[in-house]
């Protein structure tokens, strides 16, 4: 890997470990990720962000469903449901939150990641 490209994808690693909204099994990875940046280990990072980052359409049916409510209370899900929409609506293709943003950013290099 380039080291432009080692160096930002370590800075958006970075991002998505100090996000709230990163899952466990994303996180696992990107920690071991930065420990071990080889070959093998980044394309088992690209394979974990593109199955959990959150497609827009997923975060609106999760908001408005009973899980969803029991996540995020009555009101915050239907706040978080007009969030999805209007992300939907301006053509956004993942959720915005800080992890999804991060994991968004390093699979637009994802090529250049697994030069």
Request: aromatic share 6%; with cysteine.
């Amino acid at each position: 890997m380039e080291k432009a490209v080692l160096d930002f994808v370590t800075e958006k690693t970075r991002a998505l470990l100090a996000s709230p909204t990163c899952c466990a099994e994303l996180r696992t990875v990107a920690q071991n990720w930065l420990i071990d940046p080889s070959a093998e280990m980044t394309r088992r990072y690209v394979a974990e962000m593109e199955a959990d980052i959150m497609p827009a359409e997923g975060l609106l049916a999760f908001a408005e469903s009973e899980a969803g409510a029991k996540v995020f209370g009555a009101e915050d899900a239907k706040k978080v449901a007009a969030h999805a929409r209007s992300l939907i609506a301006a053509g956004a293709r993942y959720c915005d939150c800080s992890a999804c943003a991060a994991c968004a950013a390093m699979l637009e290099i994802k090529d250049r990641m697994l030069r």
